[in-house]
């Protein structure tokens, strides 16, 4: 009997159309799930071209596979994937594969990297992004880990992978869990995205008093151009939905409580651990927080009720300007997450190439976008950019939006329209252009009060001083 050449344990919608991809691209692929209505599925949607077979057991399953085996694994992230681990590895041999395609925390793949390789196994943690559509038509995928392993499912990888311009979307991200890394980044930056994006959109909605065909043709138009993005072209198409249970537009019905499985915070307090400073990305993740609080904002708003929104007075000028400022902070929000990669190469020894980062997050994924072209060129240059803001040509691109993101800015602020996003990218982008900072007096505080030393800009070393208590 004809070995199969992968295995995919996890058949829910991520798991199953994974694998059918693979099975498109020629290559044989079993399937096993504990739920056997799942593996079932499997095997009534498979067409006849492909080589796919649902097996109803771990000890069936194992046995299928060609050696060395490469067992890709879609669960959930956390327990889940340790179970399985647990009653897969006794049943594998030396030199065998299992490669995490879920969206799992780094370190818990560091663990599990070491716990396989004492068995003689290699563990890989790969992120995959592009939704379920994604991993059916061609997802960008971020393998990491051991190389060896790597070369091996290379080849399946680039045929699977969304492709842009013939290259596919997908290239080892570094060593460890890079994989996991790069892609919990993602998710980052996605975070920081959505969140802008709804801002414009409630700058264009309470300020230029679009409604949703309106909302519909200016996303329309932004998409059709430098913006061109898959969460621009996404949120033109959710202005355009119907609802089924009421006259209106879906998007009207749905309440602004913003969900989150995690990703986002892990971010987050990745950047805090290792000292980088993306308060974009952090703003996205505590906002999806506040939008819980749903009674008590209801419970504010009557509190402290607001002026009306002055509106515009030039609204085409005025939608040019929302468009400017988000596009900018979107690349100001792309530019934190990057610079989080730098420096968490640097500090885990993931050796994670920007360059290629960028190049397969240009299609599959979802920030996928035109902008990430632009970055892609950048690293090209020079690939040790450690930050994309210092770039030549980015420089030109911000100077040019910049205005646009100050006026945004303002105008929510004087009209009480939250815009965390963009405060914080503009923020952002003020401080780190900002040559002398008013830290020089938290240092002082910091010495005043804690003797903590400071060190001077006239000097070498580290100085501590015994300050005067003002007399009057
Ligand atoms: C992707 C997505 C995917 C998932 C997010 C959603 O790249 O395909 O990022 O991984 O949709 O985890 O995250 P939240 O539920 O936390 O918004």
């Known amino acids: 009997m004809d070995k199969y050449n992968y295995g995919m344990i996890g058949l829910g919608v991520m798991g199953r159309n994974l694998l059918y991809n693979i099975a498109d691209n020629g290559f044989s692929i079993a399937g096993f799930d504990l739920d056997t209505e799942k593996v079932k599925e499997l095997q009534d949607g498979a067409t006849s071209e492909m080589k796919v077979k649902g097996t109803a057991t771990l000890e069936d ?30 049943l594998l041999s030396k030199g065998d594969i299992v490669i995490d395609a879920g969206n799992s925390y780094f370190k818990d793949t560091n663990r599990r990297v070491a716990d396989l390789a004492s068995k003689n196994l290699h563990f890989m943690g790969m992120g995959v992004s592009g939704g379920e559509k994604g991993a059916r038509t061609g997802p960008s995928i971020m393998p990491g880990g051991d190389l060896e392993a790597f070369n091996l499912l290379q080849p399946m990888l680039e045929a699977i992978s969304a492709k842009v311009d013939g290259e596919a979307c997908t290239a080892y991200m570094g060593k460890g869990s890079a994989g996991n890394y790069v892609k919990m980044v993602h998710n980052g930056i996605e975070y ?29 138009e932004w998409n059709n151009g430098e913006m061109n993005s898959f969460l621009i072209e996404i949120t033109r198409d959710i202005f355009q939905q119907k609802d089924e249970l ?19 915070k892990w971010t987050s307090e990745q950047a805090m651990e290792i000292g980088v400073s993306i308060p974009t990305i952090d703003i996205a993740v505590t906002s999806r927080i506040l939008s819980a609080y749903k009674e008590e904002r ?14 515009p007075e030039n609204t085409e000028l005025f939608i040019k300007e929302v468009g400017d400022a988000l596009y900018l902070a979107t690349l100001i929000s792309y530019a934190q997450g990057l610079a989080l990669l730098v420096k968490a190469s640097e500090e885990y020894q993931f050796e994670i190439p920007l360059k290629d980062v960028v190049k397969i997050w240009r299609g599959g994924c979802i920030i996928r976008s035109v902008l990430l072209e632009k970055f892609y060129l950048a690293y090209t240059k020079d690939s040790n950019l450690s930050n994309i803001l210092l770039n030549q040509d ?18 929510a602020a004087s009209n009480g329209v939250s815009s965390l996003g963009m405060q914080t990218a503009l923020g952002y982008f003020d ?26 800009t006239d000097r070498e070393g580290v100085f501590h001083t015994l300050w005067q208590t003002a007399t009057h």
């Open 246 to 264: 009421t006259d209106g537009y879906l998007v009207d019905q749905i309440l602004d409580k913003a969900g989150a499985k995690g990703t986002g």
């Open 192 to 220: 920081a995205i959505m969140q802008l994006i709804s801002e414009a959109y409630d700058l264009l909605k309470r300020g230029a008093k679009l409604n949703n065909d309106q909302l519909y043709q200016v996303f329309k």
């Open 61 to 90: 399953f194992v046995s299928a596979l060609e050696t060395p085996r490469k067992i890709i694994l879609m669960v959930p992230a956390g327990k889940p994937v340790d179970a399985v681990l647990d009653s897969i590895t006794p």
């Open 431 to 456: 401080a780190y252009t900002t040559e002398s900072l008013p830290v020089n007096l938290i240092q002082a505080q910091r010495d005043y009060f804690g003797a903590h030393t400071y060190q001077r």
């Open 394 to 411: 980015i420089s030109v691109i911000v100077k040019d939006k910049i205005n646009s993101l100050r006026k945004m800015a303002a105008f």
């Open 298 to 311: 209801v419970q504010a708003s009557q509190l402290y009720t607001k002026n009306e929104i002055a509106t």
